[in-house]
C-alpha cells in the first residue's frame, strides 16, 4: 500500500493510468471492469459517491504489482456520511423486518452473481488462494440467506408477570447505527456477517475496511448500492468510509455511531473498546487468536494430519482462526510429526491464482518481518525449526515457507500470535495436561480436540474443558460455519457475529410490562398508598 501526495499525482493523471496487456495486470484490468472498478475509484458512499482524502495504492503482494488507487475519505465526509447513515436508519427501522429481508435476499442475489470477480479480487489484493477467496464470498451469500430467514424469525419473550391483569414482554428494537472496521484478511465476509444481520435487523451500517484491500471494499459497496437504488433505498443504509486509523477513531468516538463491531489486532481493539466506552456506546470484538489442535493417543490420524495442515497453512497462516499450536500425546508424537512434515514438503508456495497452489503470500513485508523476528525467537528460546523457516527472496512478492517448528509451550514466542504460518509442536502426556496448556494463552478464539472417545470429547467441551469461544472435535481450527456464533473470549474480545443469538447484539432489548386490569398492584407485593 502506498500513499500518494495528490498535489504531486493530479486527478486527470489518476484518471488515465495505463494498464499494460501483459498477463498478470491483464487479468487485474479484467477483475476490475468486471466490478465496476477503475484504476481510480472514489472511496466513500452515503449515497453519493465521493471522496477527499488521501489517495491509496493497493498492491498484489504476489507481485508488487500496483492494482488500483482508492481516495479514501476526509473527516468532514466521515462525519457527514455518520449523520446520513443515522439518517438512513431512522427510516428503515420503520419498514417491516421480513420487507427488510426482501432487500438483503436481492443483495444475496446480486453478490452470489459476482461470485468470481469478487473471489479473484480477494486473491489479487489479500493473497489468499483463489479457492479460498471464492469461498470467502459464499460466506457472505450464505450469511445473507441465514439473515433472510432471520427477518422472519426476530423473535422475543412472553414472561410470566406475577401480577394478576399484567403482561410482561421482552421485546428487541433496531439499535440504530452500526459501524464496521474489518480486517485485511477477510475483506469481504467479515463485513458481510455484520451488515446482512444488522440490515434485517433495523439499522444502518458504516463500513471501513482495511486500507490495503479498499478496492474490495468499494467493488462490494457498488453491488449493495445498486440494490438500495433499485429498491429507492437511501444509499446511507450501506455507507463506506474507506480510511486509516483516523477514520477508525472517528467511528469510534462519534456516539451517533450506536454499535461499532471491530476486527483486528487485540492492541488495537483495546484503543477502540475504550474509545466506545468512554461514551458508553457499544462495541462487538473479533480480535486475536493462539489457537491450538490437541492431538490424543486415540485418534485418527490421516484425518488429524489433513485437517492441521489446512488450520496451519491455509491463507497463509493469516486467519484468526489459524492453528498457531500443535499438542501431540507422546506416544503418536514422533510418527505424526514425521507425517506432517511430509505433507508440508508437498505444500506448493505461490502465485494464489496459479493451480495446486495452497499457500499464497503474506499480506504484507511487514507480515515478513514479524515472520522472521518469530523464527529467530524460536531459535533464541531453545526451540527447533523441523521445517521451513525460511523467506522466499528469490521471486517478487511476500512469500515465506510455512514452518514447523519444536519447541516448550510456555516459551513466550509461543505465547503470542504470530500472523504468519508458523506452527509450534509440543510433546503432552495426558490430557489434563494439554487442556491445561490450551488454556494457557492470553487469547481464547478456536481450539480442537482430535480423539475418538467420547468420555474426552465430553470433558473437552465441558467446564474443565478448553476455555475458547469455539471448541471443536476431529476439524481444524478454522473453517467456521455460519449458523454458529463466532467469537472468543479473553483477549480475543468477547464478541461474537454470524450465526445463533449473535444477532442480539445488533439490537435493544427492551422489558415492557402492560397492566390491563383497571387496578394498581405494585411488584413484590409494596403498598403505597
Known sequence: MFRINKAAFPLKHRLCRQISTSSPLRTTSVTLKALGLDSYNLGVYNGQWGGNGDVIETTNPATGEVLGAVQQASAREVDETIGKAADAARYWRTVPAPKRGEVVRQMRNAIADKIEPLGRLVALEMGKIMAEGVGEVQEYVDVADYAVGLSRSLNGKVLPSERAGHAMLEVWNPIGTVGVISAFNFPVAVY????????????????????TTSLTSVAVTKILAEV?????????????????????????????????????????????????????????????????????????????????????????????????????????????????????????????????????????????????????????QGGRILYGGKVLGDRPGNFVEP?????????????????????????????????AWNNEVAQGLSSSLFTSSPEHIFRWIGPEGSDCGIVNVNIPTNGAEIGGAFGGEKETGGGRESGSTAWQQYMRRQTCTINFSGALPLAQGIKFE
Open 228 to 380: 438500495l437504488e433499485a429498491n429507492a433505498l437511501p444509499g446511507a443504509l450501506c455507507a463506506l468510509v474507506c480510511g486509516g486509523a483516523e477514520t477508525g477513531e472517528q467511528l469510534a468516538s462519534d456516539r451517533r455511531v450506536d454499535l461499532l463491531s471491530f476486527t483486528g489486532s487485540t492492541k488495537v481493539g483495546r484503543e477502540v473498546a475504550l474509545a466506545v466506552q468512554t461514551r458508553f456506546g457499544r462495541s462487538l470484538l473479533e480480535l486475536g487468536g493462539n489457537n491450538a489442535v490437541i492431538v490424543h493417543a486415540d485418534a485418527d490420524i490421516d484425518l488429524a494430519v489433513r485437517a492441521v495442515l489446512f488450520a496451519a497453512v491455509g491463507t497463509a497462516g493469516q486467519r484468526c482462526t489459524t492453528a498457531r499450536r500443535l499438542l501431540l500425546h507422546d506416544s503418536i508424537h514422533d510418527a505424526f510429526l514425521e507425517r506432517l512434515v511430509a505433507a508440508y514438503a508437498q505444500i506448493k508456495v505461490g502465485d494464489p491464482l496459479q493451480p495446486g497452489v495452497l499457500c499464497g503470500p503474506l499480506h504484507t513485508r511487514a507480515s515478513i518481518a514479524a515472520y522472521e523476528q518469530g523464527i529467530a525467537d524460536v531459535v533464541a
Open 192 to 211: 458481510g456477517w455484520n451488515s446482512a444481520i444488522s440490515l434485517v435487523c433495523g439499522n444502518s451500517v458504516i463500513w471501513k475496511g482495511a486500507p
Open 403 to 435: 514452518t514447523v517448528t519444536s519447541i516448550s509451550h510456555d516459551a513466550p514466542v509461543v505465547q503470542r500470535e504470530i500472523f504468519a504460518p508458523i506452527l509450534h509442536t509440543i510433546r503432552y502426556t495426558n490430557l489434563d495436561e494439554a487442556i
